[in-house]
Structures are given as C-alpha cells and as structure tokens.
C-alpha cells in the first residue's frame, strides 16, 4: 500500500512507490526501513505537473489539428464544375514559389539536428525537446506539409542510384543525409524531436503500454521490411511506396482521401496506447536510423551520473528502450549460447538464399502494383471481355494510339524484372531475420538500466523521471538517516534484473 | 446471492482499442483507389465535363486547313522552319528536314485537307528510309539529295529547336533542346558542339547574335551567344532587371522571337504572354485565364509559341487543344485551329501517367504566313492558310 505524500497528500502510484522503495531499502549502506517517499514528493509534483501540461497541451493541439483538417475532404478542379447556382470565384494567379525554400529547409534541418543533439546530449532537457518537437511539426509538418521529409527522400536516392535519367534534387539528398549523419554522431535526435512523423506520435503517446518483448521484437522487423518494399518499388520505378503510404502526411496538407485520413487516425488511437507504432514498427528511415544509432559515438545517457537501479526510466519509457542491467550466467549457460550463437551464424546463409527463392515466387504480387502491368492487364481483361467498360488509364492508353502487343512486351519484361528484384527483396528479408537472431542471441554485459542505443529516440521522458537528474537539478534532496541516494549502486544488479526484491516495507 | 459482475479489465480493453484501430486502417488502406480503377463515387452532377469549352464559333475560324503532312515518327514533339522555309520537326532521337513547300501550296482556297501522305506539294518523308536514318549507327547520315529528306541522328530525344534565320550570325544553324542541354548543328547536319548542362529545356528561340533558352526547372530563360557562352538570364529579379518571375508548372515553357526584335515567352502559369527586350527587360505581357476562346485556360497555357512574319503572336494550347492568332499587342484576333479539326485525342482529359501523357501540338509559321501545326497524335504536320478577306 502506497503512503500519501506529506506534503500533498497525493498518493503516488505503485509501480512509482515500489522503484522508490528499492532506492532506499536496496543500498548498501541502509540505515532505516523507512521508505524515503518525502524526499520524492518534489519530483512527484513535477511530473504531475509536468504532465499535465503535456497533456494540455496535446489536447488543445489535437483539437485544432482536428478542426485545420475538416477542409481535407475538398477537391480542387480547375475549370470547376459546372453547378446550377454555383458563382464562379475569380482566378487567382499563384505567388511563385519562395525560391529560398530548399535553403532555408536545409539550414533549418540542420539548426533543429544541431539543437535536438544538443538538448539531448549536453542540456538533458525534456522539456526543451518537447517544445522543439512542437516546432517541427509546425514547420516541417503543418507549413512544409511534410514534404521534404527523409523518410520519403530514401526513395529519391534510390530511384537516382537505379535511374540514371533521375536527378535528386540536392536539398532532398541533403535531408536524406543530414539526419544520418548525426545519428552517427548523437544518436537519434532526429527521431526525438525534429521528425514530423515522430512529432505527431509524440504528442498523442498519453497512455502508453507496454508491449511484450516478443511482440516488440517482431514487429520491429517489419520496418525492415517496408525499407526493403520502399526500395524495391522506387528501384523498379513502380511507386513511390513510402510517402503513397505516410499516414500523416494528409493530416499536414489538409488534403487526403478519407482512406487515407482515418488510416492516419487509426495510427493516431494506436499511438496513444503503443508508443510510437510508426516509428517503431513501419517507419523504413527509422530502420535505418536503427542501424546508425548503435554506432553513433555519442548517446543519450539515462543518469548524468551513477545509475541507482531504480527502473523509473523503464517504467516511463513509452517505447521500451530501456535495458535492464544483466546477470551473471553460468559457464555452461554461456557455452550453450555460444553454440547456439554459431549456429545461427551458420545458419544464415540459408535464410538469406531461402528468403531469396521465395522472393522470385513473389514476382506475380509485386509486378502488379507496376502501373504498366496493371495497364497491361487490363487492356486484356477489357479485349477478351472479361471486364465491361473502360477506366481513365486503358483510355488514355488507346488515345496514345499505341498497339497493345507493345504494351505486353513490355509489361513481360518488366514482370522478368520483377523476379529478380523480388528475389533482392527476399534476400534481405532473410537477412534481417537471421540478424536479428543473432542480434538476440548475443549475450551483452550491462550493470545498469542503459537506453538501447538502436530503439530509444532521444525523447529524453526518462530524465525527468531519474531521481539521479532530480537530485542533481535539485528538485529533491537526499532524507537525512536514508542513506546516500546516489554516489554507489544502490541495489544489487541480480535483484534489479531479476525483481526479486521484497517490496513490502 | 447474486453473481457479481466481473469488471472489465483495463488491458483488455486497451487491446481491443488497439486491435480495432489496426483492423479499421487496415480497410482503409485496402479500400485505396490509388488508380481511381473504381470511379469517383460521384454522381453525374460531379462530372467533369469540358465539352461545352471545346465548341468554336465557326465565325472566330480566320484559318484554314489545306494540308497535311505525315511524320514517320513514334513521337514527334517539335517543329521548326529553316531557312528557305525548310521544314525540321524533331523527336524519336532524329531531325527530319523536309525541302519547303511549294510556292502555289496552301496559298489559295482550292486546296482541301487530304489523306495523309498524299497530294503535290507536301513531300512526305520515306518511312523506310526515315526509319533506317533512326536506327542507324551513323551519326550523320548525310546529305541524301537535295530536295529529298535529310536526317540527323541525335543520342536522345529532343524537346524543342529552332533554325538560325537570314539575319542570325550563323544563318541556319540548328539549335536543338535536349532534355537539359543545348545541341547545335551545321545547316549540312554536322554536329557543332554540345552546351553545358542546364535544368529542363523547354524552347529555343534565337535572335542575331543571342540564342535564349527557355529551362522550366530554373524557371528562367538563358541568353547565349551563339556558341554557347552564357550571357545572362531573364526572369530572375537581379540589380536593374526586376522582371516577373515565371510560373512554370509544367515543363511547358515556350519563346519565340519576334520580327520587331522582341522575345515572347509565354507565363504559363499566370497564362501570360511576356515580351522582352533582348537586355532582358519587360516591355509588354498580355493574356488573361480564362475558358472563353480570347483566353487561356487550364493549369498552365500557352504551351507553344511562333510568331507570323508580320509580328502576329500563334498561341498553341494544350488540356482544351486550341490554336489561336493574337496581334503583336496581344488582341485576340481569330482561331487557326480547335479540337475539331484537330486530332480527337488530343482534348482528352484522362492524363493518368506520365508515359501515356499525350504532348500538345507545336507551332511554327513560314515566311509566307502559313500557320504549321504538328500533331503528335496524328503524326503529321497540319498546314493552315488564312482565309481570304
């Protein structure tokens, strides 16, 4: 049973009175059973505060996210339709566009990298990369329209690399870049509070859950795989996947299909139970991103100091992007998974040739969504008269007077082409598969509570929760008699992976 | 003693909150009609109908047609009048020259439209040997005879050319727009040089010692010496210069070079025709948006330009195909061409993909006033007259 606070007379949640008991009962050097819940008080009235307002303040944006996207339903025809009492508005010439805008794109990037970097790294503010998320979104979200965006530039890249004919625009490869380089450097401060899509996630996670590790891991691959779908399509010039696909780039334009609206709002409801689900699960830069991060030379640290064990910062990460400290293993334990480790090794060849021969049967289901094959298609399907009638595209296809048996020799070889490519796409499927179990078969060593440098965004939620940061802000003091809260570890790493620890008081 | 209700557990309901959310955005990407296979949903009140903006006034018609003139091309995309009145239509990698009309031809009422390829007068390139000139390795497979049809091999496909006139520096020079550069030629076929790479050329026009360049990326036009030095660029607002920027939605971005020593570039966006002085500065824009006939409607219109000896402005429109004459001025004169006599295809409004876009006609007028319209649809250059007052 948790004790109210004597200062408030709040009580304060299990899950949060238990992590506090541990800080006190746990240390090495107890001198009182009581728990120090008066030295936590403070902090308690910061994150309800703080919490509320980000609640609030969420809220008031979601309202009006809501009301700016009613308009989203108009289409804009040019001449206009002609209605019985519909009064013609005058024609308007449109301003040319700002020819700065790459620049200034581009410089803001960087300055909003450079800020999120540091916040995250050197100043540890929370509530500096908050408002710096809020600014994103409105500029690179609501202003910009979520176009440039780097999670759509991948396919740019690739249709370059694939399509000598295509020329990326150099603010589209310098978004593509940017965040990249410094992920390498600082982790994925883009992901905290400069993406757009991230943004949006980020101010609707208001009840979030935890997801179990196993759901977690494997729907972590899917990311992978969109990347791979991402790639493939752009490669082949089929369709721009990524951004045909981004569920809240409507909500920035205020124009979407209502398809496309209530999908960016089912990711919406999802969000504010699983934090993120895009950026997690979807999002193919973030897989990206995922892969830099753990390189990165710098990363977010969870204590400015020792770590205390006190799993706050596991249970307020909404992402589950906390690793708990690990426990010795037995020599035999560690010799079976060493086996197992070079066999999965071994293994992977396998996966990666499997993945590619079920890649090629794949060709039928990915050639489809080619424009000229589904043209193709149904040129054939409308002359043998298997369907009736004729759609824009098989109309404009006649009006080109071209002959139909050109268009299937074509779609043939692009359907040839759709083997082989599905057959790269499989592979890395398999790829990913076997890397992540090995990824899950490597023992790691850790003492503390320590961010998964390829999962934790940078959001920096576990700051304000570490009574390490608290006390060093000085927004709670050590209780005289408890003990020093920090300075050593204040329970033993077996009982903090382990949870073993007696709760009662 | 009644059976308490078992409450329902919070988990378990964020989970079916979840699962429901997953299950409605998964019909609604499934629901996606991203090639609008399953219509718009929309009755017929909705429907998008240009018919009634496609009718003429039979007494706006001031022209003509008295001939045509088949192209053995896949894709024909730009023509041009060389000097002697030759004729050079470019596309499918190649130029054509085709000898000029004969003096008598479509200069008098008596000669109506006719079949293609036939008829004295209009000599119609050799599909075999035109074919052959296409798919031939050789670069220049040059001269075949006078008066006969020349071909020049290009390494991709032009856009858009112009002929150096009497008065340029280099009397018939070629200059041919490449997708992001400048081709020139001799007036025997033999390539010059290769200019440098710019953004997406649209139109060629050239005065006597500047060559401009219209480039719908840059959103500006490029003034050359002949040779391909640049000189300087109109429509980016620098020092003395504060001419308006164009609006170029489109790679539709045509100029044409007028007798009165004028560039005419049309402001598609702001469906506007500008004239330019050749250092650049603004003298006159004329053209309104509008789906009247006097007008120019659609996203982004005029697509082509040309300029009649007497300085008279012919307008090509794409979307609702239109060709139109406008005096030097920019006052709405009369109609040379409309959907009617033009390839019905053409005023099709189903554009759904980029390699089934349909290319809207070019202009070109010889020294004898005679207006020539290439459809890229009927593959063939169509040849209208003025009518007699």
């Not at chain 1, 426990?327 to 060493?338: P, Q």
């Amino acid at each position: 049973m948790s004790r109210p606070c004597p200062l408030s007379g709040h009580r304060p949640k299990v899950g949060r009175e238990k992590a506090r008991v541990r800080v006190c009962r746990g240390g090495p050097r107890r001198r009182s059973g009581t728990p120090c819940l008066t030295s936590a008080a403070p902090s308690v009235h910061n994150r309800v505060r703080h919490g509320v307002l980000d609640l609030r303040i969420a809220i008031a944006l979601l309202a009006l996210w809501t009301l700016l996207s009613l308009p989203a339903l108009a289409v804009e025809r040019f001449p206009p339709p002609d209605f019985s009492n519909h009064q013609l508005p005058v024609t308007t010439v449109p301003p040319p566009q700002f020819a700065a805008n790459p620049y200034v794109d581009v410089a803001l990037l960087a300055l909003a990298l450079a800020l999120a970097s540091y916040l995250a790294i050197r100043r540890r503010s929370r509530r500096g990369l908050f408002l710096l998320t809020i600014a994103s979104l409105v500029w690179f979200g609501f202003i910009r329209h979520g176009c440039i965006c780097p999670v759509g530039s991948i396919q740019n890249v690739t249709l370059a690399i694939f399509d000598r004919a295509y020329a990326v625009p150099w603010a589209v490869a310098a978004f593509f870049a940017l965040p990249i380089l410094f992920t390498l450097f600082f982790g994925r401060t883009f992901c905290a509070s400069v993406c757009p899509l991230g943004a949006v996630q980020e101010l609707v996670a208001l009840w979030p859950v935890k997801v179990p590790a196993w759901v977690d891991h494997s729907l972590g691959l899917l990311s992978y795989v969109y990347l791979g779908l991402g790639v493939l399509f752009s490669a082949t010039g089929t369709a721009f996947l990524i951004c045909r696909y981004d569920p809240f780039v409507g909500f920035f334009r205020l124009a979407a299909s209502a398809n496309m609206l209530i999908f960016g709002a089912c990711f919406l409801v999802v969000g504010a139970f699983i934090g993120r689900p895009y950026c997690r699960y979807l999002c193919p830069y973030g897989a990206l991103l995922r892969l830099v991060s753990r390189f990165s030379k710098w990363h977010v640290k969870i204590p400015p100091d020792e770590c205390i064990r006190c799993r706050l910062c596991e249970d307020v990460c909404p992402y589950g992007a906390i690793r708990e400290p690990t426990v010795a293993t037995a020599v035999t334990e560690r010799r079976r998974g060493r086996r197992r480790l070079a066999v999965l090794i071994g293994l992977a060849p396998l996966w990666i040739a499997l993945g590619f021969w079920l890649g090629t049967r794949l060709e039928v289901p990915l050639s489809e969504l080619h424009p000229t094959i589904r043209l193709a298609d149904r040129i054939r399907q409308e002359q043998t008269g298997r369907v009736q009638g004729t759609i824009d595209a098989s109309d404009a296809f006649r009006n080109t007077g071209r002959a139909p048996a050109d268009l299937y020799r074509q779609a043939l070889a692009l359907s040839a082409m759709f083997r082989t490519a599905g057959g790269w796409f499989g592979a890395w499927v398999g790829l990913v598969v076997a890397a992540k179990l090995i990824h899950l078969s490597i023992r790691r060593q850790r003492n503390d509570y320590q961010p998964d440098r390829s999962g934790c965004v940078s959001c920096g939620r576990c700051f304000w929760y570490c009574p390490v940061e608290q006390a060093k802000q000085g927004w709670i003091q050590e209780v005289p008699g408890t003990g020093p809260l920090f300075g050593e570890n204040s329970l033993p790493a077996e009982q903090a992976a382990g949870r073993k620890m007696d709760l009662s008081p | 003693m009644a059976a308490q209700a078992k409450p329902v557990h919070l988990g378990v309901l964020i989970v079916a909150v979840v699962l429901v959310a997953i299950g409605v955005g998964a019909v609604a990407v499934w629901r996606i009609d991203w090639l609008g296979e399953h219509g718009s949903g929309l009755s017929d009140s909705f429907k998008y109908d240009l018919q009634k903006y496609q009718k003429i006034d039979p007494a706006l018609f001031h022209y003509h047609l008295v001939a045509e003139m088949p192209i053995d091309m896949r894709d024909p995309r730009a023509i041009a009048i060389g000097l002697g009145d030759q004729i050079l239509v470019a596309g499918d990698k190649a130029i054509y020259v085709y000898s000029p009309l004969l003096p008598g031809e479509g200069t008098g009422t008596s000669v109506s439209p006719r079949p293609l390829g036939e008829g004295p007068g209009v000599r119609a390139a050799g599909p075999t040997k035109a074919g052959r000139a296409v798919d031939s390795p050789h670069p220049n497979p040059l001269p075949e005879g006078e008066g006969t049809t020349k071909t020049i091999s290009l390494d991709s496909e032009p856009y858009s050319l112009t002929v150096g006139n009497a008065d340029h520096a280099f009397p018939g020079r070629i200059y041919v727009g490449m997708w992001d550069h400048v081709e020139t030629f001799a007036p025997d076929g033999s390539h010059l040089a290769t200019w440098s790479k710019l953004g997406i050329l649209t139109s060629v026009a050239c005065a006597d010692k500047v060559v401009f360049v219209a480039d719908a990326h840059a959103k500006v036009v490029w003034e050359f010496n002949p040779d391909g030095k640049p000189l300087g660029q109109i429509g980016r607002r620098s020092g003395s210069r504060q001419g308006p920027m164009f609006v170029v939605p489109s790679p539709y971005f045509p100029i044409a070079m007028g007798p009165d020593g004028l560039l005419r570039v049309s402001n598609p966006g702001a469906h506007r025709v500008e004239a330019f002085t050749l250092d650049g500065h603004l003298e006159l824009a004329w053209g309104k948006p509008s789906e009247r006939i006097e007008g120019f409607c659609g996203c982004c219109n005029p697509a082509h330009l040309a300029v009649l000896p007497d300085g008279r402005i012919v307008t090509a429109e794409k979307g609702i195909p239109r060709v139109k004459v406008y005096s030097a001025e920019g006052t709405f004169e009369g109609v040379v061409a409309g959907p009617e006599s033009l390839s019905p295809n053409l005023a099709a409004a189903t554009e759904t993909r980029e390699d089934l876009r349909l290319h809207p006609v070019s202009v070109a007028a010889d020294s004898r006033g005679r207006i020539l319209v290439l459809d890229p649809v009927a593959r063939c250059v169509k040849i209208f007259v003025e009518n007699q007052k």
